[in-house]
């Protein structure tokens, strides 16, 4: 193994060795909880830009799966057909796996996949430094991989609109001929979102970020996931704001960024947390119930809900933090959520909302 470093902009210095791609890479370093899922949460798409921290120190040991894809085009395994991550940090790399799925090791696949990853790490340590400091650019050396731009020189995480990297370039299809239509606007959508979609019988047309779906014939709009800041995707918001203002009002929801994005729409402000929720054990208060659900997220933003405007009220609140986790109309059939109900991976408490959405469809 060679050598490798992880520097942080505030000149903080983990080393330990590489086990991915060799090449240096400079991204948002940010941590994530969960004590499994890291196929899946390395396809996610809402982590593009970012170099992730696995906090559970031992990764690798059941292998991965097969990046191939279903007949329907999405993959049989993962949440997209490639590694979003600018790099990977974790604690103890396993080489040897086992897992009746299994294809091929981590490390494989992220040489193959042109990732660089650390292992050695004191994970602990470099997670307490970004609860205290809050998330910041770091950068992946490795001992003699060719040099590319200092941390000084990356532009801020906020400033990219990563949503335009990763969502979709044309219209995409599913289930094609069902007897409801829902359009599903791809900010980064992970594929398990439209698998259960498709499992509730809906046909899905997938549409680009910037795609201006308001003269399309359907029954119901759903705002998917992705990375980044909110506001960089305006052309988007102007959208949801034509929806919204049309006098045929038909049922909208929105995950994690589709939740920032229809609270923009309607004039509320969205913020920076100072490290986000990135994990499977996030606790959420349905508002107006007793009833708390353990929830999957990842998001670095969210909606500070005093701004919303009267007809629109908290979803969910973040038991932790207090935060925003969702947001609804008081009287028309539109509501979001701020975490995973979908999950993969996590737990699948909120698979519900899923539900609660095609049963007003039309």
């Known amino acids: 193994m060679r050598k490798a470093t992880l520097v942080l902009n505030d000149g903080s210095r983990f080393e330990g ?25 390395l396809t996610d798409p809402s982590y593009a830009g970012q170099i992730l921290v696995m906090t559970y120190p031992l990764v690798g040991n059941y292998g991965v799966p097969s990046t191939g894809l ?7 395994f993962m949440e997209s057909a490639r590694i979003h991550v600018k790099g990977l940090v974790v604690a103890d790399y396993s080489r040897t796996y086992s897992h009746w799925n299994a294809q091929e090791s981590l490390g494989q696949w992220l040489q193959r996949e042109k990732v660089p990853a650390i292992t050695g790490i004191d994970t602990r340590r470099l997670t307490m430094r970004l609860r205290e400091h809050g998330v910041m650019i770091g950068k992946i050396e490795i001992e003699g991989a060719a040099g590319q731009q200092s941390i000084i020189d990356q532009d801020s995480y906020e400033s990219v609109n990563w949503v335009r990297r990763v969502s979709c370039q044309e219209v995409i299809r599913y289930n094609q001929g069902a007897a409801r239509r829902v359009v599903l606007v791809d900010c980064g959508v ?53 929806f919204f ?18 609270a923009r729409a309607v004039g509320a402000k969205t913020y920076k947390l100072k490290y986000g929720h990135r994990s499977h054990n996030q606790p959420v208060l349905r508002v107006g119930t007793k009833r708390c659900y353990i929830t999957s997220q990842n998001h670095g933003y969210a909606v500070d809900d005093t701004t919303l405007p ?53």
């Open 17 to 41: 060795w590489s086990f991915g791609h060799v090449e240096e890479s400079v991204g948002e370093v940010v941590f994530n909880t969960a004590m499994t899922g890291y196929p899946e949460s």
């Open 70 to 76: 279903a007949p329907d085009g999405l993959p049989l």
């Open 310 to 362: 009267s007809d629109w009220k908290p979803l969910f609140v973040n038991m932790n933090d207090g935060s925003n986790e969702g947001i609804r109309h008081q009287s028309r059939p539109w509501m979001s959520a701020q975490f995973h109900p979908e999950a993969c991976s996590g737990p699948v408490d909120t698979e519900f909302l899923f539900d609660e959405f095609v049963n007003m469809l039309k």
């Open 190 to 242: 992970k594929a398990n979102i439209i698998r259960c979609l498709m499992r509730r019988g809906v046909e899905i047309i997938r549409v680009p970020w910037d795609y201006d779906f308001n003269e399309m014939d359907f029954d119901g709009l759903f705002l998917a996931n992705g990375p980044g800041n909110p506001e960089q995707c305006g052309a988007t918001i102007e959208h949801i704001k034509a």
């Open 245 to 262: 203002s049309d006098s045929h009002v038909r049922p909208c929801m929105g995950i994690c960024l589709g939740n920032q994005l229809m």
